[in-house]
């Protein structure tokens, strides 16, 4: 099977455990203002690769892998599900431990075997959430977040470790309301292991300028690790809120 690919990162240390193999794939339908991607929109354009020609990338440096693994990000990787899912089982049959960096966006509870194929060789979802408010995250990504969140509950059920990314951008997603509700989700997901929140960047906007595309976020500055921190502590709390069961105590 061939897989259409954008980019390779031979010794990632950001993506997942350890260091890593990281596959960009070609295709997103998501369209968010702070992505620094867009180059990886289109389905079509990239270079296309065997399962076979990943596994010997792969071998090539090998040695640094020990403690890592394979990560597929985008674009969208759930855009080319089927060579995801035959990709992570060549590499688990082999002891490589796989990575899914995903924002959920393609996923369907109408016909989930396709996903539960997938979810039985994959070792870790890195599952990026942009908004928990629906009305903000259309505006944000021109997507609901419907099927974001029934994807993360989707792995959880499935008993695959999640580590959740929001990306904290200033008058945009800077809510301490909204990062509450955010943890406040997080906690009924029994297999959550990370919370990262990271500070929004404007390193993306030379490439819309070369694109002919207008930069969506034009003037917004960048976030600091201040800012990103609180939303973290503050949608933590909102996840401790949940598991204590306050809410339940309630009289109606």
């Known amino acids: 099977m061939v897989g259409h690919i954008h980019s390779l990162e031979t010794i990632g240390t950001v993506d997942g455990p350890g260091?890593?193999?990281?596959?960009?794939?070609?295709?997103?339908?998501?369209?968010?203002?702070?992505?620094?991607?867009p180059d990886t929109w289109a389905t079509a354009g990239g270079m296309t690769l065997t399962v076979?020609?990943?596994?010997?990338?792969f071998e090539r440096n090998r040695p640094f892998y020990?403690?890592?693994?394979?990560?597929?990000?985008?674009?969208e990787a759930l855009l080319?599900?089927?060579?995801?899912?035959e990709l992570f089982t060549y590499f688990k049959r082999r002891g490589i431990h796989t990575c899914l960096d995903t924002s959920g966006i393609c996923f369907t509870d109408m016909d989930p075997k396709p996903y539960e194929a997938l979810l039985a060789v994959t070792d870790l979802v890195i599952l990026d959430i942009k908004e928990i408010d629906d009305t903000?995250?259309?505006?944000?990504?021109?997507?609901s977040n419907k099927p974001?969140?029934?994807?993360?509950?989707?792995?959880?059920?499935?008993?695959v470790s999640l580590w959740i990314r929001h990306v904290v951008v200033p008058t945009v997603t800077d809510n301490r309301d909204r990062w509450y509700r955010l943890g406040f989700f997080l906690g009924r997901l029994k297999t959550v292991a990370t919370i990262d929140c990271l500070p929004y960047h404007v390193m993306?906007?030379?490439k819309y300028k070369e694109l002919g595309l207008a930069y969506p976020l034009d003037g917004i500055p960048p976030a600091t690790k201040a800012q990103a921190q609180e939303a973290r502590d503050c949608i933590v709390d909102g996840l401790k809120a949940y598991r204590r069961g306050w809410w339940s105590k309630k009289p109606v």
Not at 52 to 57: G, L, R
Not at 80 to 85: D, G, S
Request: include cysteine; aromatic fraction near 10%; glycine fraction near 10%.
């Open 148 to 159: 974001i969140l029934s994807f993360a509950q989707f792995v959880s059920d499935h008993g």
């Open 136 to 143: 903000w995250h259309q505006k944000l990504t021109k997507h």
């Open 19 to 37: 260091v890593r193999l990281v596959l960009f794939l070609q295709g997103c339908p998501m369209r968010c203002a702070y992505c620094h991607n």
């Open 66 to 75: 020990k403690k890592g693994g394979l990560t597929v990000t985008g674009g």
């Open 52 to 57: 076979e020609d990943v596994w010997q990338q």
């Open 204 to 206: 993306g906007r030379s």
């Open 80 to 85: 080319q599900l089927p060579f995801v899912t």
